[in-house]
């Protein structure tokens, strides 16, 4: 967090991720065939869940508002990308035609869109409850996120055009590796650079005291909104991939539990600590699966190795810290590594 | 009389928060294991039990059941706080929080273990028991006041009077309001502050236990599950009500639980939205719930 050396330009982080994801394009659609389709959905599950869990990082970790909401986001961003890649896809289908994009194209462009809308609604979405609740302090804050998060839920379930109680299904199987991939670079390039930025300074000296850092002439309010938006946007992202990979969207899976989970991984990797979220959120996926072999106890054994692990460890696997750059770039490569290494 | 149950399960947030500024998420399970407890009481106790009707259980019986199961939801309360939070009374706030849940989902996924999954009936109230099964939430057209209903308002509201005496009147209560207003004021005044968060825990857990075995009385069912949204409701209410405060939470309960019947009625799929619609309401009309002003917080 300290000092700039951990940090590194984004455009040497550019130049330094491309090959990597040039590579692991190519692997993810080789991996796909040669995993058990059970591990190789953990492990975008895996990636989807660093997605929500660094973006709630932003809110929770780095600006020190406790927000348990953030399932809601998800399903945002889930119904708006489902909105574009079902329900407007004529449209966008006989746009992309009109402007000779070739078939292969047409797909993940769409996709791409609907993330892009997923985003957009999701951190607009962000924008109207931000306003009112983040003046809120402290837990009324958590309250309201919670009372949004199920309140939203709510609203989804009542409306019959999007499928109800029921939920919405036929989604298109668009998930892809890359997809997951390109997003869990994404949230971290973000989450970083706004650590090393004076915005992000200024989330943390909102973290570390709310009046201090007013008093030195940070717009408090603004700074919450920002950073409510920007994670509000990241779980649009993550609701947008997880709705196309479970091809279809039962709102009762994004309930509060959903949120808890998410705020679980955040503080057990460590409030504000990107790397101790991107752990946490990986462990966090495969623990249930690892876990499956006591059957019926194994609920029973995750609950309890979490409070153990709070116990043992208050301030999370990390605290605040990150890991140092050369675990650091080391990491960055063997997230989904060590997930193929764990799934093959 | 959803509210009253609201109310009953939220005192032990709001007592809870008051103390320790924790929110407790696993009081809620704490309710569904004291409505477990006062069911094994009345099968295997033999619990006065209306002559010759095997499910229906006398109103003296109900109260045993709810004092069994007080006494058992407050050790599960008091062994929580020793064993979870406790050790964490110098952590973040947030580590706390995480470990509630981690308790919370350890007594959910534990009570389906040891409870098994599935809904379990409960007995009857004499006098409460329908003509023809199944028409038991008063099915008849225009307004209608169910026995049980008027039972659980009462034991409600005694309950909360009870409370307010011990809180109000009593030394132990004046060191529990002492603890909430400051912790380390207090312990320097020679007040034993763990024992007096053990005994927030016990009342507290006490009370959400008396509402387990009255909502199970109520519906004629319990889950493991239970807790859960019932859990999440009395939060919400006791935080409409002004967290910490223990008339707010007896008020918010009542108004949770009135809107969410009262809409039910008429949109029954709109209950939970507008249930947390009062709550964003409220929050943004009076930051601190409708009587949290006297404990501002920020020095």
Same mark, same amino acid.
């Given at each position: 967090?300290?000092?700039? @050396?951990?940090?590194?330009?984004?455009?040497?982080?550019?130049?330094?991720?491309?090959?990597?994801?040039?590579?692991?394009?190519?692997?993810?659609?080789?991996?796909?065939?040669?995993?058990?389709?059970?591990?190789?959905?953990?492990?975008?599950?895996?990636?989807?869940?660093?997605?929500?869990?660094?973006?709630?990082?932003?809110?929770?970790?780095?600006?020190?508002?406790?927000?348990?909401?953030?399932?809601?986001?998800?399903?945002?961003?889930?119904?708006?990308?489902?909105?574009?890649?079902?329900?407007?896809?004529?449209?966008?289908?006989?746009?992309?035609?009109?402007?000779?994009?070739?078939?292969?194209?047409?797909?993940?462009?769409?996709?791409?869109?609907?993330?892009?809308?997923?985003?957009?609604?999701?951190?607009?979405?962000?924008?109207?409850?931000?306003?009112?609740?983040?003046?809120?302090?402290?837990?009324?804050?958590?309250?309201?996120?919670?009372?949004?998060?199920?309140?939203?839920?709510?609203?989804?379930?009542?409306? /019959?055009?999007?499928?109800?109680?029921?939920?919405?299904?036929?989604?298109?199987?668009?998930?892809?590796?890359?997809?997951?991939?390109?997003?869990?670079?994404?949230?971290?390039?973000?989450?970083?650079?706004?650590?090393?930025?004076?915005?992000?300074?200024?989330?943390?000296?909102?973290?570390?005291?709310?009046?201090?850092?007013?008093?030195?002439?940070? /717009?408090?309010?603004?700074?919450?909104?920002?950073?409510?938006?920007?994670?509000?946007?990241?779980?649009?992202?993550?609701?947008?991939?997880?709705?196309?990979?479970?091809?279809?969207?039962?709102?009762?899976?994004?309930?509060?539990?959903?949120?808890?989970?998410?705020?679980?991984?955040?503080?057990?990797?460590?409030?504000?600590?990107?790397?101790?979220?991107?752990?946490?959120?990986?462990?966090?996926?495969?623990?249930?699966?690892?876990?499956?072999?006591?059957?019926?106890?194994?609920?029973?054994?995750?609950?309890?190795?979490?409070?153990?692990?709070?116990?043992?460890?208050?301030?999370?696997?990390?605290?605040?810290?990150?890991?140092?750059?050369?675990?650091?770039?080391?990491?960055?490569?063997?997230?989904?590594?060590?997930?193929?290494?764990?799934?093959? | 009389?959803?509210?009253?149950?609201?109310?009953?399960?939220?005192?032990?947030?709001?007592?809870?928060?008051?103390?320790?500024?924790?929110?407790?998420?696993?009081?809620? /399970?704490?309710?569904?294991?004291?409505?477990?407890?006062?069911?094994?009481?009345?099968?295997?106790?033999?619990?006065?039990?209306?002559?010759?009707?095997?499910?229906?259980?006398?109103?003296?019986?109900?109260?045993?059941?709810?004092?069994?199961?007080?006494?058992?939801?407050?050790?599960?309360?008091?062994?929580?706080?020793?064993?979870?939070?406790?050790?964490?009374?110098?952590?973040?706030?947030?580590?706390?929080?995480?470990?509630?849940?981690?308790?919370?989902?350890?007594?959910?996924?534990?009570?389906?273990?040891?409870?098994?999954?599935?809904?379990? /009936?409960?007995?009857?109230?004499?006098?409460?028991?329908?003509?023809?099964?199944?028409?038991?939430?008063?099915?008849?057209?225009?307004?209608?006041?169910?026995?049980?209903?008027?039972?659980?308002?009462?034991?409600?509201?005694?309950?909360?009077?009870?409370?307010?005496?011990?809180?109000?009147?009593?030394?132990?209560?004046?060191?529990?309001?002492?603890?909430?207003?400051?912790?380390?004021?207090?312990?320097?005044?020679?007040?034993?502050?763990?024992?007096?968060?053990?005994?927030?825990?016990?009342?507290?857990?006490?009370?959400?236990?008396?509402?387990?075995?009255?909502?199970?009385?109520?519906?004629?069912?319990?889950?493991?599950?239970?807790?859960?949204?019932?859990?999440?409701?009395?939060?919400?209410?006791?935080?409409?009500?002004?967290?910490?405060?223990?008339?707010?939470?007896?008020?918010?309960?009542?108004?949770?639980?009135?809107?969410?019947?009262?809409? @039910?009625?008429?949109?029954?799929?709109?209950?939970?939205?507008?249930?947390?619609?009062?709550?964003?309401?409220?929050?943004?009309?009076?930051?601190?719930?409708?009587?949290?002003?006297?404990?501002?917080?920020?020095?």
């Amino acid at each position: 967090m300290k000092g700039n @050396r951990r940090h590194l330009p984004t455009v040497a982080w550019l130049a330094l991720m491309a090959p990597v994801a040039l590579a692991l394009w190519a692997a993810g659609s080789g991996l796909e065939s040669l995993l058990v389709p059970y591990y190789f959905r953990i492990i975008l599950l895996s990636g989807i869940a660093v997605i929500a869990a660094v973006s709630l990082n932003i809110v929770n970790g780095f600006t020190g508002q406790f927000s348990i909401g953030h399932a809601g986001f998800m399903l945002v961003g889930a119904y708006a990308s489902a909105g574009i890649t079902m329900f407007a896809r004529p449209f966008t289908e006989s746009v992309l035609r009109s402007a000779h994009v070739p078939d292969v194209m047409l797909m993940p462009l769409q996709f791409a869109a609907a993330i892009a809308v997923a985003a957009l609604a999701a951190s607009i979405v962000g924008l109207l409850v931000g306003l009112p609740s983040l003046r809120l302090r402290g837990d009324y804050l958590a309250i309201a996120t919670l009372g949004f998060g199920e309140g939203i839920r709510a609203i989804f379930v009542t409306v /019959d055009a999007v499928g109800g109680a029921s939920g919405l299904h036929n989604i298109p199987p668009l998930t892809s590796f890359v997809w997951v991939f390109l997003g869990v670079v994404g949230v971290i390039i973000t989450a970083r650079n706004l650590a090393a930025s004076t915005h992000g300074r200024a989330l943390f000296a909102i973290r570390e005291d709310e009046l201090a850092a007013q008093a030195v002439g940070i /717009d408090t309010f603004r700074y919450k909104v920002l950073a409510f938006l920007i994670s509000a946007a990241w779980a649009g992202v993550a609701g947008a991939l997880l709705a196309h990979l479970d091809l279809g969207i039962d709102p009762r899976s994004y309930s509060f539990m959903k949120s808890v989970e998410i705020v679980v991984m955040v503080v057990l990797g460590g409030l504000g600590s990107v790397t101790g979220s991107v752990i946490a959120a990986v462990g966090l996926t495969w623990l249930p699966e690892i876990l499956r072999p006591v059957a019926e106890y194994r609920m029973v054994f995750y609950s309890a190795l979490l409070v153990l692990l709070m116990l043992l460890r208050p301030r999370g696997l990390f605290g605040r810290k990150e890991l140092g750059l050369a675990d650091l770039l080391g990491k960055k490569k063997t997230v989904p590594n060590a997930n193929r290494k764990e799934g093959g | 009389m959803l509210g009253s149950i609201y109310a009953l399960i939220a005192l032990g947030y709001t007592m809870v928060y008051g103390v320790l500024r924790l929110i407790n998420f696993a009081h809620g /399970d704490v309710y569904m294991v004291g409505a477990f407890i006062g069911l094994y009481a009345w099968r295997y106790l033999g619990l006065p039990s209306e002559e010759g009707q095997a499910q229906v259980v006398s109103t003296a019986g109900l109260l045993l059941m709810m004092l069994i199961a007080m006494v058992g939801a407050a050790a599960l309360g008091v062994l929580i706080e020793r064993v979870a939070y406790r050790p964490l009374r110098r952590a973040p706030r947030l580590t706390a929080l995480i470990t509630a849940i981690g308790v919370s989902m350890l007594l959910e996924y534990g009570g389906q273990l040891v409870f098994g999954t599935t809904k379990q /009936d409960y007995p009857w109230l004499a006098g409460t028991v329908p003509s023809s099964i199944g028409s038991a939430a008063g099915g008849s057209s225009g307004i209608s006041i169910d026995r049980v209903d008027v039972i659980i308002l009462v034991i409600a509201v005694l309950l909360v009077v009870v409370l307010q005496i011990i809180v109000h009147g009593t030394r132990p209560g004046k060191a529990m309001r002492a603890v909430a207003f400051d912790r380390e004021a207090a312990s320097l005044m020679g007040i034993n502050t763990d024992t007096i968060i053990a005994l927030t825990f016990i009342v507290g857990s006490a009370f959400a236990g008396a509402a387990g075995v009255l909502v199970g009385v109520r519906n004629h069912y319990v889950e493991p599950l239970m807790g859960l949204t019932a859990g999440i409701k009395a939060f919400v209410a006791a935080v409409v009500g002004g967290i910490g405060s223990i008339p707010g939470a007896a008020l918010g309960g009542l108004i949770m639980g009135l809107s969410e019947e009262a809409v @039910r009625a008429f949109y029954p799929e709109l209950a939970d939205a507008v249930v947390f619609g009062v709550l964003i309401l409220i929050l943004v009309l009076r930051p601190c719930g409708l009587i949290g002003s006297q404990t501002a917080e920020k020095v």
